[in-house]
């Protein structure tokens, strides 16, 4: 079991920066790392992953170029640092730990063991 907790979200502009910070409890170097978000009547949505070691990313097409996913593993933190935030980038935020290695399934949901609870990111127009 890994716990894990999403801070950093809150409400900004449009053009704006925001870093999305996800603490783990306990050490996870053993696991890929991963961002979601899910808005409002939609489904959650892949953002971007990293794998164990840090050395390689994915990001979905539609934050490739603003989002940026690091990991400090000597602090169990995995970040997600967002900018030119847009009013479609609002959603509620969540970060995963999964045991696979495999990029074509780390975009998928199912494919993670344990979540965090989440959290919110407005960006107004």
């Known amino acids: 079991q890994v716990q894990l907790v999403e801070s950093g979200g809150g409400l900004v502009q449009a053009g704006d920066s925001l870093r999305l910070s996800c603490a783990a409890e306990?050490?996870?170097?053993?696991?890929?790392m991963g961002w979601f978000r899910q808005a409002p009547g939609k489904e959650r949505e892949f953002v971007a992953t990293?794998?164990?070691?840090?050395?390689?990313?994915y990001y979905a097409d539609s934050v490739k170029g603003r989002f940026t996913i690091s990991r400090d593993n000597a602090k169990n933190t995995v970040y997600l640092l967002m900018s030119s935030l847009k009013p479609e980038d609002t959603a509620i935020y969540y970060c995963?730990?999964?045991?696979?290695?495999?990029?074509?399934?780390?975009?998928?949901?199912?494919?993670?063991?344990?979540w965090g609870q989440g959290t919110q990111v407005t960006v107004s127009s």
């Open positions: 306990r050490t996870f170097i053993s696991y890929s």
């Open positions: 995963a730990a999964s045991s696979l290695r495999s990029p074509d399934l780390l975009l998928r949901p199912y494919a993670y063991d344990f």
């Open positions: 990293i794998t164990w070691d840090g050395v390689n990313t």
